[in-house]
């Protein structure tokens, strides 16, 4: 047997019904056991070589520039190779500066003086008090001899009032205060001033202040201060008559106590601050 159609009993167009099939049937072979293990480990390792490569050609790059940029500075400079950034922001250090020195300017002789320079203008050490400015209570003033004179006390002091006089709807009073002490003494400001009834009850509210500039005034032995109380003339609504006037001198907490007649009327009671003389403020 040869394997030929002829030999078979064959036609042409294709084998006999008995012919033998030699072909072997159609497939694929199957791939050897644990082949796709192998080519997974393979891949997995040539990335890791690839992935190490890498990074070491990156450092070695750095290095090199860092190195480069090292050995281009020169050296014996203020300048200083910064490391390289990592992505937060840094503050550069100050650089100290020296003061510039002063600048002096050399005063210009002026024509007709041969050279001579305008004399310098002394130092301000600010602003100088106001004439009127008062002094604070409890401060010394001078007795214009060179020693200073301590505010007056009440138990120094005598009060008194001088005679009503109208003007104009209003009557005024002239309320003064003495010293009758053997030392200089002074008042500064405004005394408190209130009216009393027989029994010694305060009537309505103390005396309200005139606003006016005051100065210290110094009292020497026997001398007086006064100061004027105005009321209405008997317009409005009037309180009672008082009886007494109580008066706290400036700076002190004991009163003086003085026998006067004082109607206040129409809410109107005003003093006015202290002045040197027995006429009032401001003096007639």
Known sequence: MTGFPDDLGGTPEGPGPEEPLLRQPPGYLAPPPGSFGQIRRRA?????????????????VLAGSVYLVGALTPHGTEDRVSPPATGSPTTPAPRTTR???PVTTEPRATPGTHGASPPSRPPVTGPSPAKDSPTPSGTPASTGHGSPAPMCAASQLTASLGAPEGAAGSVYRYLLLTNHGATACHLTGYPGVSVLDASGKQIGAPADRRPMDYAPVVLKPGESASDTIRTANHLGTCRPASAKVRVYPPGSRASLVVDGEVTVCDELFTITPLAAGRTGNPPS
Do not use: D, V, Y
């Open 99 to 101: 003061p510039a020195p």
């Open 44 to 60: 997995a390792r040539r990335r890791r070589l690839r992935a190490a490569g890498g990074g070491t050609a990156a450092a070695a």
